[in-house]
Each structure stands twice: as C-alpha cells, then as structure tokens.
C-alpha cells in the first residue's frame, strides 16, 4: 500500500501555492488600495469606504491565507526534510520579510483609519514592488534550488 503521506505529499503542495497566490494577490492590492484612500479627502465618507475595503481585504484574505500558506510549508518542508537545505533557509528568511511587510501593511491600515497619513503616494507605489522582488526570489529557489 502506498504511503498515505506520499499520496497526499502533491495536494497540499497544490494546498500551498493555491494560497500563496492568495496571500501574494492580497498583498499585491493593498498598497494600491491605501493610494487610492489617501487621494480621498480625510474623513470623507469614500475615506470610510477605504478603510472598510482595507479591513475586509486583511481579515478575510490576507491573514487566513498567510496563516495556510505557513503552516503548509512548514508541514511540506518537515515531510521532504528541507530544514538541513541552504534554499530553504534562503526561502525561509525570505518569508520572514514577506511576513514582516504583511505586519506593517495591515499596521499601516490601521493608521490609516484613525487619520494618520504618513507616506505619500509614491512611497507607497514604491512598498508595491516588495511582494513581486520577493515572490521572484521565493520562486526561483524552490524550483531552481541553486544551493
Ligand atoms: C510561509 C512559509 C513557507 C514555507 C515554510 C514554504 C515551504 C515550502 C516547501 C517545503 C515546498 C516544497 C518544495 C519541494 O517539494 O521541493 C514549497 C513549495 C513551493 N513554495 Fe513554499 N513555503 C512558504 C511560503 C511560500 C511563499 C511565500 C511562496 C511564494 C511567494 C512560495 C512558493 C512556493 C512554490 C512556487 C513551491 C513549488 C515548488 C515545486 O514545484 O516544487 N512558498 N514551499
């Protein structure tokens, strides 16, 4: 009888991208989305609007999708033996930064709600590109593993 890990081993890697596609579309629209609520006059009611796409996008997306994609990884990581790997500790701090951003971002929103406008527009244009340099990185050391 086939091992029952080896037989789910695929699926849930199809579990893991399925939802870093999640978290990376998430992380991918919320900058763009506090662009688009600092053009809005403060304590407008498009403001509110904002601020209530910013919170359903962290609460419903970006945090469920983070915590999955995490506790996937890790578990694909223990079933393949990747700890001992220098690509997967390369990935692994890596996600930690990706991780890091994820924690400011949803930060940042919550500045946002209360008022506090602290980066302009192209700074935070600027924020975008770090989820695209990373899932570049993150990408080309689990399929190429070069080390
Ligand atoms: C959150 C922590 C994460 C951990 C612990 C983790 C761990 C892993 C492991 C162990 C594998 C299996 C590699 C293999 O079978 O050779 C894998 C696959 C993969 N991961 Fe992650 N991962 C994480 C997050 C991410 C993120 C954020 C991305 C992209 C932005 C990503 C992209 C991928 C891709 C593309 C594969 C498929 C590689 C293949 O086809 O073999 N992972 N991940």
Same mark, same amino acid.
């Given at each position: 009888?086939?091992?029952? #890990? ?7 890697? /199809?579990? =893991?991208?399925?939802?870093? *596609?999640?978290? !990376?579309?998430? +992380? ?8 688009? =609520?600092?053009?809005? /006059? ?6 509110? +609007?904002?601020?209530? $796409?910013?919170?359903?996008? *962290? ?13 996937? @990884?890790?578990?694909? /990581?223990?079933?393949? @033996? ?9 990935? +692994?701090?890596?996600? #930690?930064?990706?991780?890091?951003? =994820?924690?400011? !971002?949803?930060?940042?929103? $919550? ?14 244009? +600027? !924020? ?20």
């Amino acid at each position: 009888m086939m091992d029952i #890990f080896a037989l789910l081993y695929p699926w849930l890697k /199809a579990a =893991h991208l399925i939802f870093v *596609i999640f978290w !990376m579309a998430g +992380l991918f629209m919320l900058p763009r989305f506090f662009v688009y =609520h600092q053009e809005s /006059a403060e304590g407008s009611e498009e403001a509110a +609007l904002w601020v209530e $796409r910013e919170q359903r996008l *962290i609460k419903i997306i970006l945090n469920p999708s983070m915590i999955i994609v995490w506790i996937l @990884g890790l578990y694909l /990581a223990y079933e393949i @033996g990747a700890f001992k790997d220098g690509w997967f500790h390369a990935k +692994l701090l890596l996600v #930690f930064l990706l991780t890091g951003y =994820h924690g400011w !971002m949803a930060g940042y929103a $919550r500045k946002l709600a209360t008022g506090e406008r602290k980066f302009s527009g192209k700074t935070l244009r +600027l !924020m975008n590109e770090v989820p695209g340099v990373a899932t570049a990185a993150i990408v080309i050391l689990v399929i190429v593993k070069p080390f």
